[in-house]
């Protein structure tokens, strides 16, 4: 069983929501204790699906839907330079601390190639848990689209 996991921040992870709710994957997550980013509140059909995070520090929600992640599909405008992106740093420690496995795509990444990473996620208490993440939505208005197109082409062949 896939998971899609994020924290409702980005419009990456707000796509993501979307086009997993509409393909009937499952979704958790942790989202920030006040339940808002820098646009505001998350919208309600999001935050109703995630759990307020009680952890403190850079980008905590993150950090601990990282730790409960098989794999971490990093989504950005350029997958050459994830690091340049805003607030992906902090991801990518998280990343690097939890030792997630993690792939970084970008509008030109090939699907095929998604899926079959996705596929060869380790399982854990019978679920493949993927975090999907990106930038903030303000510094990427494309993230929301190309998320709900890759978790559409992962939920097809799941």
Do not use: Y
């Not at 796509?15 to 509409?22: I, Q, Y």
């Not at 996620?121 to 208005?141: F, K, N």
Request: glycine share 8%; net charge positive.
């Amino acid at each position: 069983m896939l998971v899609i996991v994020h924290s409702g921040q980005t419009g990456v992870e707000r796509g993501a929501h979307r086009a997993a709710a509409a393909a009937g994957l499952s979704i958790a997550g942790f989202m920030p204790l006040d339940k808002r980013d820098e646009l505001g509140p998350v919208p309600t059909d999001i935050a109703d699906q995630l759990t307020a995070c009680f952890d403190r520090g850079p980008r905590p929600a993150v950090r601990a839907n990282v730790s409960i992640a098989s794999g971490v599909l990093l989504l950005v405008p350029d997958a050459a330079r994830a690091e340049k992106f805003t607030a992906m740093a902090a991801v990518l420690q998280a990343v690097r601390s939890a030792r997630a496995p993690l792939m970084a795509c970008d509008p030109q990444t090939n699907l095929d190639d998604v899926v079959w990473w996705v596929k060869h996620l380790p399982e854990t208490s019978g679920s493949t848990r993927l975090l999907v993440t990106g930038p903030r939505a303000t510094r990427w208005p494309e993230g929301e689209a190309i998320a709900k197109r890759i978790v559409g082409a992962i939920s097809m062949s799941s």
